[in-house]
Each structure stands twice: as structure tokens, then as C-alpha cells.
């Protein structure tokens, strides 16, 4: 019999799962349902921080106006599950196809999560996506791969 870590752990990372379809299905309701209200959320795109789950949903929308199909990837997700609190950190990378027909493969950022139980349900109270910076010439490295 599983123990209550196991459980948690395999919810959290059908929550990472549910992300992925969520991007891939450019459902916005369903991502919605990932989040605290009160997230705060460190992007690659400015502002410096986006505070509540309407500003992460503002974030995700131009994907879906610029993509006619999305691909969105996770991969070593690790993952470290307390009774209400847990994080994680993986690297992720978004592609697909934009809506004048040109592929991209997109880039891999490192992404971490940090989730609390809520009335039982885990949610992702704060996350962060990032690129290594070269410090030398002041601009992100998107050419990396795990």
C-alpha cells in the first residue's frame, strides 16, 4: 500500500501532466485550476513578477494567439513532498507550430514549482522559469538542452 507521500507525489506530478495537456489543449479554465489564486509567478517575460491567477493566465493567453498548435515538453522533473508543502524543479520546453505555418522547436528554461495542499488539493503557489544568462554579453542562452 502506497504511503501518503507516494499518493501526494503521484497527484503532483499529474498536476505537472495536466499543465502539459493544458498548454497543448490551449485551455486556460483547465490551467486555472493548477494555481492558487494568490500565485506569484517569475516568467521569462516581464514584469519582474506576475501576482494572482489572472496575471499567470495573461501570460499563458499569447501563446495560444501566437501558436496555431502547442508542444509542451517536461523533463527530470524532481520533486520533494512535505505533508502540505512540496516543490520541485524540472526543465521544460514550449513549440509547436505558429499560426503562419513556421515550426519552431522553442527553447528549454529550467522551471521550478512550489505547491501547497489546499483544502486537500495541491496547487502551485509559486513558480519560476528562467535561462542561464551569459554574463559577458548580458543576454539569456537559449540554445541549451538537457
Known sequence: MPTQREVDEAKIRQLVDKIVE???????EGLKRLYAT?????DVEPPLQHVGIEAKLKNWAPVFTFFESVTYEVRDLALTVGDDVAFGHA?????GTLKDGTATSGMWVRVTYCLQK???TWLIVHDQVSVPLDISS???????EP
Request: hydrophobic share 45%; charged share 25%.
Open 22 to 28: 493544458g498548454l497543448q489543449g490551449k485551455d486556460l
Open 38 to 42: 494568490d500565485i506569484v509567478s517569475f
Open 91 to 95: 526543465f521544460a520546453r514550449l513549440s
Open 118 to 120: 489546499i483544502d486537500s
Open 138 to 144: 548580458g543576454k539569456g542562452v537559449v540554445d541549451l
